[in-house]
């Protein structure tokens, strides 16, 4: 089994990645995308999203990035995927997914799916830039109002040229909201010759086995699964049991770490509690520790309260 820890915007940064992948267990990590308009990005805003092309494209643990890039527009789209295997990215990964109404507003993410000759255009143009032997992929969900035209769109996507197709099991009007159709992904592998990772709602080794099962993928993706149980891509692999908590709480300290003398800590505590709430789902003890610390707003006082438990 084959694992990729999947981009979620304002969550799964170089820090979140650099912590996730030392836990181990992930043979990929995709970067939050990076929004293509009109120009060709400065190699600053690469770097930015992806501190890691300065250690050859790897986490400090030796898991290979992916650069994700997401726009309307195949030229453009097609420049900053040159310069973004130039800079050394493993790969390149074009968002046809992402629900947010801003992106999808301006013709981004999965308001796409409502056009397969637009994703044919813009998957054949990156294809063109992104020299063979470098994997391109791409991630779509089912659809954006219905699944009318996942097979179309997933079949654009690999006669376009792409390596891979990644399929998060919903549609845009879906959200996240559960169940993750996973059974859709085995009706679309049925008619594209590309390989498929299933994506969507994989929150135990359980959710894996089964989600394998009715996708027929024998690869995954983990997004807010990954979020929940630090060690959850160990677990589906059948290599560890769920964490405890007291090793999580280890992982949050060190976590602060990160953030508070990173230039981004100033986030800190919006985002400590985010993780919270995702860790709450598997942990009590995390719930607990939301509360303590929901008011709160300077990061030296939350991180007294996570290393109090």
């Not at 255009?121 to 994997?135: D, F, L, M």
Request: hydrophobic fraction near 40%.
């Amino acid at each position: 089994m084959h694992i990729t820890l999947a981009p979620m915007e304002g969550v799964v940064d170089s820090l979140m990645r650099d912590m996730l992948t030392r836990v181990g267990g992930y043979d990929l990590c995709v970067t939050e995308f990076i929004r293509i308009v009109d120009q060709l990005l400065p190699k600053r805003v690469f770097h930015r999203y992806c501190p890691e092309l300065e250690n050859g494209a790897l986490t400090p643990a030796g898991t290979p990035v992916k650069i994700q890039l997401l726009g309307q527009d195949p030229d453009w789209l097609a420049e900053n995927a040159a310069r973004a295997i130039d800079l050394g990215s493993y790969g390149v990964d074009l968002n046809f997914g992402c629900p947010a109404k801003t992106v999808n507003k301006s013709k981004g993410g999965a308001v796409l799916l409502k056009e397969p000759d637009s994703i044919f255009q813009i998957v054949s143009r990156v294809r063109s830039a992104v020299p063979k032997g470098h994997i391109l992929s791409a991630k779509m969900r089912l659809g954006f109002d219905d699944c009318s035209l996942a097979i179309d769109n997933a079949q654009a996507i690999a006669a376009a040229g792409a390596d891979l197709l990644v399929i998060h099991a919903r549609t845009k009007v879906d959200g996240y909201k559960p169940p993750a159709y996973w059974d859709w992904i085995a009706r679309i592998k049925q008619h594209v010759d590309i390989d498929i990772v299933a994506n969507g709602e994989i929150w135990s080794a359980s959710d894996a086995l089964e989600c394998q099962h009715q996708s027929n993928c024998q690869n995954i993706m983990l997004g807010r699964g990954a979020l929940a149980l630090p060690n959850l891509a160990l677990v589906a692999k059948g290599y560890d049991s769920p964490m405890e908590w007291s090793i999580v709480r280890q992982l949050l300290i060190a976590y602060s770490g990160f953030e508070l003398y990173s230039d981004k800590g100033k986030y800190f505590p919006n985002r400590v509690k985010q993780w919270l709430g995702y860790l709450s789902r598997q942990y009590q003890e995390a719930d607990i520790l939301f509360r303590k610390i929901r008011a709160l707003q300077n990061a030296k006082d939350i991180l007294a309260c996570i290393e109090e438990g």
